[in-house]
T-cell receptor, first 117, second 112 residues
């Protein structure tokens, strides 16, 4: 148990479905992230909520929609996905400080394995 | 495009040997460098980080950073079968948010 909990661990959905992935962190961190991990590809940063600002990767399709109601919870809403969206979706959190360089270590959840049929 | 390059492997080393994992990066403004270990079917877990040139040791692990040559490496001494995993190199760029760029990872196999 890393202190970052993701649900569901496995999800199978059709292309017309709407589903959501949930992430909760119990570490008191102030930043949360969604990463996508596909076979043979590097981890891809999708969205960041950090110090009350949202940063997103412009290459992420609009069929992925994040929501961060507070610093402990993060959602990824999914709708009309494509088979190529099948991947492991990892949530992570960290403690960020303004203007501070150095290490801000990510703690990952166990991931949600998504299969789009 | 800020890139992080790793040899995908597999890198095979006998038990007890030193495993050497290498990573190069393209962004000279990179500040911090991380090594994560990921077992099959599991999420990445941090092994260590480094942000100053030179070596940093933690138990059997040593991270080496050379900013002039833009590479970072991880040495694993006395390799054990339990070290068999994929090792991800990650680089943090300037800015307040922890925007890490990951490499594809190197798969390490420690053989008996």
């Amino acid at each position: 148990e890393t202190g970052v909990t993701q649900t569901p661990r496995h999800l199978v959905m059709g292309m017309t479905n709407k589903k959501s992935l949930k992430c909760e962190q119990h570490l008191g961190h102030n930043a949360m992230y969604w990463y996508k991990q596909s076979a043979k590809k590097p981890l891809e940063l999708m969205f960041v909520y950090s110090l009350e600002e949202r940063v997103e990767n412009n290459s992420v399709p609009s069929r992925f929609s994040p929501e961060c109601p507070n610093s402990s919870h993060l959602f990824l809403h999914l709708h009309t996905l494509q088979p190529e969206d099948s991947a492991l979706y990892l949530c992570a959190s960290s403690q960020e400080s303004r203007g501070r360089s150095g290490a801000n270590v990510l703690t990952f959840g166990a991931g949600s394995r998504l299969t789009v049929l | 495009q800020k890139e992080v390059e790793q040899n995908s492997g597999p890198l095979s080393v006998p038990e007890g040997a030193i495993a050497s994992l290498n990573c190069t990066y393209s962004d000279r403004g990179s500040q911090s460098f991380f090594w994560y270990r990921q077992y099959s079917g599991k999420s990445p877990e941090l092994i260590m980080f480094i942000y100053s040139n030179g070596d940093k040791e933690d138990g059997r692990f040593t991270a080496q950073l050379n900013k002039a040559s833009q590479y970072v490496s991880l040495l694993i001494r006395d390799s054990q079968p339990s070290d068999s995993a994929t090792y991800l190199c990650a680089v943090r760029h300037t800015g307040t948010a922890s925007k890490l760029t990951f490499g594809t990872g190197t798969r390490l196999q420690v053989t008996l």
